[in-house]
């Protein structure tokens, strides 16, 4: 039995059955009639917009422009032909021509009518002449081109005055993103409105490059905004990579190498990040195009956010191998510059979604000051400084690349013994399956370093240089390997290329923080303050910008050395950003603390540790870390009384809690003997004592005998009772 098609059902809630047929159809026109008008007179109805960036970002809502604004007098242009079409010009018999929009590399483009297809208005595009063979192939392909965010193509004509025919297109009736920042008040987007439109065409880009061709002209003027949609308008610069011949493209925006080596998708990533920097900066204009990027020492924009800096200079590097080598791997690194935008900015933070780290596998850094307080249990002293053997182990770690054709056997590896997984991986890499795979090889350094064969892994890498050097695993696998083995300067290269190469990612900032501080301990430096105060504040300060910064004082700091100075800001720049972006990565928290305290910026140091979130298991080594900030360095009864009620708010059973106690303590009673004072301002207790020299004495000797108490050896624990002795006010009775 053949299928039945599609049929119409009569509807008319306002007739009667008994009803004649043919006032049906009368209703079922009107009723057609009025939806489309509601249609059209929707969609000049202003919405809220939409977000987008993972809900990072929203983007407003442009109504569509009245057809006859976006139209332009050629007489006004200088030094440009007049058009070969006038208005009422009909071409093919179809398109009747409104007038011209713009001029482009292939002439001017026309806006006309589809007379065809009521009420459609086209974009007419010249095309480059050449033979019939090459010219259908052309037509063919740009014909298969269909993406959302690309405009559509409805025709190609041929018309004798123009040698290569016309490229009928979509008319796409909104501002392009050149129009909207030129209205703006400093006529640039601000960075994170201008991702957030970029992202939205990268999709597009993405779909030309799968299909063998590239964009070619990315640029303001070729990105639309129509209400709620963003749109890649003019394909006449689309090539195939690898073509040669005529490459079209906008001097400021194409890449150098395109007329020496033809178009790629490098060559597409550079006008990227070209257009992302004409949006976002005033760029100068040299020659009628746009010229370099500004460094950050001139622009206050990429001073406060450098990572953004970083990944202009990564698109826009002028070797094509050194720029981010796919749409996806760009796209990755703007959502983490985003979110960095944002937290930094506006104290937003919002999840790495898109990391190519795993997260923080475990801390470094956090209890080392609250550790030394341990010597009241046991007389050990302890150390306050952080170890390569400690940070190692609290960096994330690279996930393995998906794409990689040893990606199966290394994930089927993570659940094996190291030894085992060594062995495996080695054999591997002989088969001709795996010759060609990158994560196997370093599977193989990952699996020597957790066996803690360094010397090994060095070994290997040096031998995987020449094949995988460019790599940014490999690069950060080096810097792992060099840390392991005290080579801090080489590590701090390392993981400079990695963030050279993925501005997004906290893991290489974090490791960048952690080296700069192993080296300043190195120099004996941990503990003396080596910055200016407003260097520090601009710097190390949650609500800092380094913008305000002096830009000779910027100049002299930025640049990676090994003077002890720039060596602490970039310690506390890094943890800094990593801490405000990353509020689960306590050990920047920490590190930036730890900084803050070695410039006696004491308030600053407390407030970043305050920041740890109450459902950290970290909160309470963060409380008790600020009770101790609050007592070093310069007292003052206001600091002391501040760190006594914190400790107030901690449980008693909390174990450390009595060796905090006598350290509130003996900081109070340092204090009054230092003003050689009897006693305090206030005459309000300091915990149940009264704040005098008398009566903190006889709380130090009563909370040093509770602590005897919990002392695990004898000999600690006669001592802490003769210092309670020691302590005790002089009695008669």
Known sequence: ????????????????????????????????????????????????????????????????????????????????????????????GQYEILGVIAHGGM?????????????????????????????????????????????????????????????????????????????????????????????????????????????????????????????????GAVSGIGAFGYIYGTRGFQAPEVATEGPSVASDIYTVGRTLAALTLNLPVVDGAYGDLPNASQEPLLRHHLSFYRLLQHCTNPDPTQRFRSVAELRTQLFGVLREILAVRDGKQFPAQHSLFSPQRSTFGTKHQVFRTDQLIDGIARMVQITASEVVPALASPLIDRDDVGAAMLSGSSYTEPQEALETLRQAMHTEEYAHSAEIPLGVVRALLDLGYTGDARSWLADLQPRLGEDWRFQWYSGVTDLLLEDYPAAQDHFNRVLDILPGESAPKLAMAAIAELRLQNYGFAHKSLLDPEVTHATGDLEGNLADLDTAAFQRLVNLHDEPERLRFHAMRFY????????????????????????????????????????????????????????????????????????????TNEPRFFQIKIAVLSAALNFLRGADLRAAASPNELFEYPFTQ????????????????????????????????????????
Request: glycine share 6%; net charge neutral; charged share 25%.
């Open 1 to 92: 039995m053949a299928e039945t098609g599609t049929e119409a059902v009569r509807f008319d809630p306002f007739a009667d059955e008994d009803d004649d047929f043919s006032l049906g159809l009368d209703t079922s026109r009107r009723a057609r009639e009025e939806a489309i008008s509601t249609f059209r007179r929707n969609r000049t109805v202003r919405r809220l917009g939409r977000t987008v960036a993972d809900g990072m970002v929203h983007l407003p809502f442009v109504g569509l422009t009245n057809p006859k604004a976006a139209l332009i007098n050629p007489n006004e242009a200088k030094g440009i032909p007049a058009p070969k079409l006038q208005e009422g010009d009909v071409v093919a």
């Open 576 to 651: 800094a950003v990593v801490w405000r972006t990353n509020p689960t990565t306590v050990s920047s928290a920490f590190g930036l603390a730890r900084m803050l305290m070695a410039e006696n910026q004491v308030e600053m140091a407390v407030a970043a540790l305050d920041r740890v979130s109450q459902a950290s298991r970290h909160h309470r080594m963060a409380q008790l870390t600020t009770i101790l900030q609050l007592i070093s360095g310069r007292l003052s009864e206001s600091r002391i009384r501040r760190a006594a009620r914190r400790l107030e708010e901690i449980p």
């Open 107 to 235: 002439g001017w483009i026309y806006l006309a009518n589809d007379r065809n297809v009521s009420g459609r208005l086209v974009v007419l595009k010249g095309m480059q002449g050449m033979d019939s063979g090459a010219a259908e192939a052309e037509r063919e392909f740009l014909a298969d081109i269909t993406h959302p965010g690309i405009v559509k193509i409805y025709n190609f004509i041929d018309d004798p005055r123009q040698p290569g025919g016309f490229i009928v297109m979509e008319y796409v009736g909104g501002p392009s993103l050149r129009s909207r920042r030129n209205v703006l008040p400093d006529k640039v987007f601000p960075p994170d409105i201008a991702i957030g439109y970029i992202l939205e065409i990268l999709p597009a880009l993405e779909y030309l490059h799968s299909r063998g061709v590239v964009y070619n002209d990315l640029k303001p003027d070729n990105i639309i905004v129509t209400e709620e949609q963003v749109k890649l308008i003019d394909l």
């Open 694 to 733: 008398r009566g903190l004495r006889i709380g130090l000797a009563e909370t040093l005998r509770l602590q005897a108490r919990m002392a695990p050896f004898p000999r600690h624990r006669y001592s802490l009772v003769d210092m309670a002795n020691q302590v005790r006010p002089v009695t008669w009775f």
